[in-house]
């Protein structure tokens, strides 16, 4: 899988006092007023303000060492019982994510565990709104997915990008695209690492017919799905579908032609060869 997409949830509070620092621009703002304002607050607003802290030195990339500092601050002052556990949920995930950019991967499994535990039971027990529990949750999913990806644990990883697939779908979170290019790298990597082709083939025609309806038959898009298409089917032993899904991949006419394509008609042409010149150009 090991695509990084950080969808998270906004850390907001009403309280007058912590105004300044939740509505500061820059993470060098919140720091400067995090400084003054800390040895005033108390456990509940000191877990907000950390939390506000880590997630815009996450946003602006700054070092990671620094806030997990601030994510550890808040996971310890806010109250995961109660009605901040969504918070306490992004401290875990965002403390997971820490980890794995530093390559700690004990610890970045142990939080992101910690994370989706908790999310199932706040969608259970009603503890925050749905849409802000799916968009952790898919996070969660999405991060656990690199972190198996980086240990080599494939199905795992497969495991996360489906979930995480699944939830996007329920959302529509995503437009159209964007969620033919989430079926389409799932599809591909299901039949590249796991060589299953019965659950990447749904998906893979999912992907295409989306971008037909959007870009017409004769698009970049529909070519490399075409492509994987193609794969999908050779490795069912379908090879007949197979060539002429590389067939129609070949024959895309676009102004544009760029190595993707050119790769397809070699893919097409081995095929070819593989299969014993079953059909000749």
Same mark, same amino acid.
């Given at each position: ?16 006092? $912590? ?23 108390? %456990?509940?607003?000191?877990?907000? &303000?950390?939390?506000?802290? &880590?997630?815009? $030195? ?32 992004? &401290? ?9 950019? =530093? *390559?700690? @991967?004990?610890?970045? =499994?142990? @939080?992101?565990? +910690?994370? %989706?535990?908790?999310?199932? +039971? ?6 925050? /709104? ?7 949750? !898919?996070?969660? @999913? ?22 995480? $697939? ?8 995503? #437009? !159209?695209?964007?969620?033919? %290019?989430?079926? !389409? ?13 019965? *659950? ?7 992907? $295409?017919?989306?971008?037909?309806? *959007?870009? #017409? ?8 799905? !075409? ?25 895309? /006419? ?15 042409? %081995?095929?070819?060869?593989? =299969? ?6």
């Amino acid at each position: 899988m090991g695509k990084t997409r950080r969808r998270l949830i906004g850390v907001s509070c009403t309280k007058p006092h $912590l105004e300044p620092i939740m509505s500061a621009k820059t993470a060098e703002e919140m720091l400067a007023l995090f400084q003054d304002m800390e040895a005033s607050l108390d %456990e509940t607003d000191l877990g907000f &303000a950390s939390m506000k802290v &880590a997630t815009q $030195l996450q946003q602006e990339g700054k070092d990671p060492e620094q806030a997990l500092s601030f994510a550890h601050k808040a996971l310890k002052n806010l109250d995961e019982e109660g009605e901040h556990a969504i918070l306490v949920s992004l &401290a875990l995930h965002l403390i997971g994510c820490f980890n794995l950019n =530093l *390559e700690r @991967y004990d610890d970045s =499994l142990e @939080y992101l565990t +910690r994370a %989706e535990r908790l999310l199932g +039971r706040i969608e259970k027990e009603g503890l925050a /709104k749905v849409e802000d529990i799916r968009t952790m949750m !898919r996070s969660v @999913y999405d991060e656990l997915a690199n972190l198996n990806t980086s240990l080599g644990r494939v199905d795992e990883a497969l495991d996360s990008g489906k979930k995480s $697939l699944e939830i996007l779908e329920m959302t529509g979170e995503m #437009g !159209r695209m964007e969620l033919a %290019e989430e079926y !389409r790298t799932l599809a591909n990597a299901l039949l590249r690492v796991s060589n299953n082709f019965k *659950e990447a083939l749904p998906l893979g025609l999912k992907a $295409l017919e989306i971008h037909k309806e *959007e870009l #017409g038959d004769d698009s970049v898009e529909v070519a490399h799905d !075409r492509k994987i298409l193609g794969a999908i089917y050779s490795s069912a032993g379908e090879h007949s579908k197979a060539l002429e899904q590389f067939e129609l991949s070949r024959k895309v /006419k676009h102004c544009r032609l760029n190595s993707e394509l050119i790769s397809v008609e070699m893919d097409a042409a %081995e095929m070819q060869i593989s =299969l014993g010149n079953m059909m000749r150009p």
